[in-house]
């Protein structure tokens, strides 16, 4: 069974007196383990289907299940990444990697600071625990989202041009930090970029994405090496 499955999905967006046709016919499956990125211009549709997934937007046509269930909102077991961060300025990094630990028990918060620790090691910001997010770079500050968004160890990650607003040196290193996370982990991971580059490098699959309307035009099998764990 898929992680994820779109079947017949179309999208279309009331605006006024007009309806856009972001989406149609999309058919998609991504197997568990697989780093599939979405890749195409600005305006194909890809973060719209990302937020069918992500349980953020309705679909018009057609069935997106995740994990086996029909998606009817934000589904538990999902990390998010966009290209903007969230994070709060006013909290530490370490607070901010446990926002979604907010609302957990004592117990497993004891438990998931361990994990928040661990995590910002792993992306060389285990110096920067007690630092708010206003003194790091964009870079690290992506890293520190990339952090919060692995804390509860979802199977899912949903990264939508996570690394669309840095500058090319700081998006490779990020690349490759990707890339470990995602060989160290095996996560399925739904990736969007307009850079080929990136696609290439990072995924299993790609999906290219063509406009007007949105759809799938083909996808391209990765054969690369990927990082040993
Ligand atoms: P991409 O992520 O590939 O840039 P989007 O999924 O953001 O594409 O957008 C696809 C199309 O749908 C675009 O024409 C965009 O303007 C339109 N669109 C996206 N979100 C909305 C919305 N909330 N309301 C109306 N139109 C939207
Ligand atoms: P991207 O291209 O990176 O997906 P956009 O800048 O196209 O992002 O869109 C950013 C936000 O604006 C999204 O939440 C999207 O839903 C919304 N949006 C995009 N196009 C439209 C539109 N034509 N009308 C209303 N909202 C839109």
New binding site residues.
């Given amino acids: 069974l898929p992680h994820v499955r779109m079947r017949g999905v179309g999208k279309v967006?009331q605006?006024g007196t007009t309806d856009?046709v972001?989406l149609t016919n999309i058919q998609l499956d991504v197997q568990d383990g697989e780093f599939l990125s979405l890749l195409?211009p600005?305006?194909?549709?890809?973060?719209?289907v990302l937020r069918c997934v992500a349980g953020l937007e309705s679909t018009t046509t057609g069935d997106v299940s995740v994990g086996g269930q029909p998606v009817d909102g934000p589904p538990s077991g999902l990390g998010v990444v966009f290209q903007r961060d969230v994070l709060l300025d006013w909290r530490t990094v370490l607070q901010n990697v446990m926002l979604p630990a907010e609302f957990e028990p004592a117990e497993r918060q004891v438990a998931l600071r361990s994990k928040a620790l661990y995590l910002l090691q792993m992306v060389g910001l285990g110096a920067y625990c007690d630092r708010y997010p206003w003194e790091l770079s964009g870079g690290m500050r992506q890293r520190a989202s990339i952090c919060r968004a692995l804390l509860t160890d979802p199977q899912l990650l949903l990264m939508d041009e996570p690394f669309g607003a840095l500058d090319e040196f700081t998006r490779d290193q990020l690349n490759l930090d990707l890339l470990r996370i995602w060989a160290e982990t095996r996560k399925t991971v739904l990736f969007?970029t307009h850079s080929i580059a990136e696609a290439i490098l990072l995924s299993t699959r790609v999906a290219v994405m063509a406009p007007n309307p949105?759809r799938i035009a083909e996808i391209v099998e990765i054969d690369l090496p990927r990082p040993r764990t």
């Fill in positions: 967006y605006t856009l972001a195409g600005s305006g194909c549709g890809k973060s719209t969007i949105g």
